[in-house]
């Protein structure tokens, strides 16, 4: 069974940085993408980027291209997302997520697995 878990949320104030992790772990080989998205509250959730299990390209949404950074262990299954120059307005719940490729891409933020998430607060 693929189990997704998140850690480094917290509390910091503007233009401080961040590091996310996250492992996922049961999967039998590379084949699968890796996400992470966020929700804020009374927004919807939004996609930040996929990675590909056995590494290479890295897609970002255009939003966060330039202050986040995503980094891959592939050896242990763990993806890092680096948080910088954080803005007020990047407090949500930052979720982590693992799916299957569509079409050989991690784009499409489409996963069947889910960590419990873990929270970002950016005061001012």
């Known amino acids: 069974e693929v189990q997704v878990v998140e850690s480094g949320g917290g509390s910091v104030r503007a233009v401080e940085s961040l590091i996310l992790s996250c492992t996922a772990s049961?999967?039998?080989?590379?084949?699968?993408?890796m996400y992470w998205l966020r929700q804020a509250p009374g927004r919807g959730r939004e996609g930040l980027l996929g990675?590909?299990?056995?590494?290479?390209?890295?897609h970002y949404a255009d939003f966060v291209k330039g202050r986040f950074t995503a980094t891959q262990d592939t050896a242990k299954s763990t993806m890092y997302l680096q948080l910088n120059d954080l803005k007020p307005e990047d407090t949500a719940m930052y979720s982590c997520?693992?799916?299957?490729?569509?079409?050989?891409?991690?784009?499409?933020?489409?996963?069947?697995?889910w960590g419990q998430g873990t929270q970002v607060t950016v005061s001012s």
């Open positions: 997520a693992a799916g299957t490729p569509r079409f050989g891409a991690c784009v499409r933020f489409e996963a069947s697995f």
């Open positions: 990675v590909y299990g056995g590494g290479g390209y890295i």
């Open positions: 049961g999967y039998t080989d590379s084949n699968y993408c």
